[in-house]
């Protein structure tokens, strides 16, 4: 890429500041229509904020607002971002000197996560600490979480609790409202976020969920470029992991998929240190226990499990016999951290946590989860096939259908290409199928998806699979 030769080469250098182009964009432009759509109140909480409102002179902010569309902290975030998109095009297009070049694009990039993801995040922490804690975030995401932690802290089980008298009570459509019986996320998001509850109120006098995620999508975004291993695929694995349009704004409201997606990415660097490590045996425990973990943290973690499992092991074992053993040498801290985390609540109350994270995604209890979001099931409705969101209909069939020959050819085809980013593009695969026929397929699956997809694609290959970039 930067000894272009061919008529097509200059081209091909500028993808990186092309694809930069349109993320920016799209994460400017879905979070303004975002914010006009679902937060009528902004400007004027804006302006009534005893930090946000005081930012700027009172002229200065009465002038931004008649724009409307955005409130004027918003409007500065966005034309700040597009004065580092210019300025890396201008980086682009000037800079001579590569290594040079590639650290200004870099924190170019990173400026420009922080202007559309992390400073519009702490804009609506701060809203929400002045309107009401039912208010500027995603009910699942932080709202519950943060109950799910007040019931830790006082020693109940929040999957046998319901949050009726909690904040969730306040947010969302009525007759959608059914996760205020149910808790779907598993314990390591509540247990690890509970001390920094706590730290966060003895500085503070108060705590936001986000500050969790935000934490840890900056560690996702510092151990990418070790993962990618090149120049150019760090910038592009930067951009598409921090500007993800979707993900993005799940993040600023508090939706927990960046949790999930820290822990794999924390793995996956712990386990890549065993190339340079003197002793692996260390980061090889550490990456399976971090990756037990994250299994701790959704279910969704749970379908990378057989591809994880099959690229730390490998597949030139002399017999199906010599594998398993080594399969269970490598991953039993994985196990013992998933079980370590979610067994004391297995053990209190199987029949709850079991009926909060699964059966009610299934859609099975009384006050199951609804069919929604963007997947075939729409079909299904449209189709009349069911009287309501909230009927029963066998999901289970085509998720069978289709999931198990694609699991199966998957791991199969990993068996012949095993590296890391066969594992992470299969897994990304995976996922589409299975919830494009499953009850549901929200959009923030979606973002997922799309961030191990990138991984998948530009993780650096083994070396005999490698060619230049």
């Given at each position: ?82 004065g580092c998109l210019l300025a890396y095009f201008l980086v682009d297009e000037f800079a001579r000197d590569a290594a040079r070049r590639h650290r200004l694009k870099v924190a170019l990039i990173v400026a420009i996560v922080a202007l ?354």
């Amino acid at each position: 890429m930067d000894t272009p030769t061919g008529p097509a080469a200059p081209i091909l250098r500028r993808l990186d500041a092309l694809l930069l182009a349109i993320l920016t964009l799209a994460r400017i432009r879905i979070d303004s229509l975002a914010e006009a759509a679902v937060l009528p109140m902004r400007q004027a909480d804006v302006a009534a904020h005893p930090f946000l409102g005081r930012l700027l002179s009172p002229q200065a902010m009465t002038l931004l607002a008649q724009q409307q569309l955005v409130d004027p902290i918003a409007l500065l975030l966005i034309a700040l971002a597009i004065g580092c998109l210019l300025a890396y095009f201008l980086v682009d297009e000037f800079a001579r000197d590569a290594a040079r070049r590639h650290r200004l694009k870099v924190a170019l990039i990173v400026a420009i996560v922080a202007l559309t993801v992390f400073l519009p995040s702490l804009k609506l922490v701060l809203l929400r600490q002045q309107s009401g804690p039912a208010s500027y975030s995603h009910d699942g995401g932080v709202i519950q979480t943060e109950a799910t932690i007040d019931y830790l802290l006082r020693g109940l089980n929040p999957y046998v609790e319901d949050y009726v008298d909690t904040p969730m009570a306040e947010w969302g459509i009525n007759e959608f409202r059914t996760a205020l019986y149910h808790y779907p996320y598993l314990p390591w998001t509540f247990l690890f976020s509970a001390p920094f509850r706590l730290l966060s109120d003895a500085l503070l006098g108060w705590y936001d969920q986000r500050f969790v995620y935000l934490l840890l999508f900056a560690l996702t975004l510092a151990l990418l470029p070790a993962l990618a291993r090149s120049r150019e695929r760090a910038l592009l694995l930067l951009m598409i992991v921090g500007l993800n349009p979707i993900m993005g704004s799940d993040l600023i409201y508090g939706q927990n998929d960046s949790f999930a997606l820290a822990w794999i990415v924390l793995s996956l660097w712990l386990w890549e240190r065993n190339t340079t490590a003197r002793a692996p045996r260390p980061w090889q425990i550490a990456s399976a226990a971090v990756f037990g973990l994250a299994c701790a943290s959704k279910p969704t973690v749970w379908f990378l499990a057989p591809f994880y499992l099959l690229w730390i092991v490998g597949s030139e074992a002399a017999s199906f016999r010599g594998w398993l053993a080594r399969a269970l040498q490598l991953g039993w801290p994985a196990l013992a951290a998933a079980l370590l985390v979610t067994g004391p609540y297995l053990v209190w109350n199987p029949g709850a946590m079991f009926d909060d994270v699964w059966r009610w995604s299934s859609g099975a209890p009384p006050t199951g989860y609804q069919i929604w979001g963007w997947g075939a099931s729409n079909l299904v409705l449209a189709a009349g096939w069911v009287e309501s969101r909230f009927a029963s209909w066998p999901f289970w069939l085509p998720e069978l259908l289709i999931g198990v020959p694609l699991m199966a050819a998957l791991l199969a085809r990993q068996w012949r290409e095993n590296w890391l980013g066969r594992a992470l593009w299969s897994y990304a695969l995976f996922l589409l199928a299975f919830f494009f026929v499953s009850r549901f397929l929200n959009e923030n699956y979606l973002g997922f998806i799309l961030a191990f997809a990138a991984l998948g694609a530009l993780v650096s290959p083994p070396a005999r699979q490698q060619t230049e970039d």
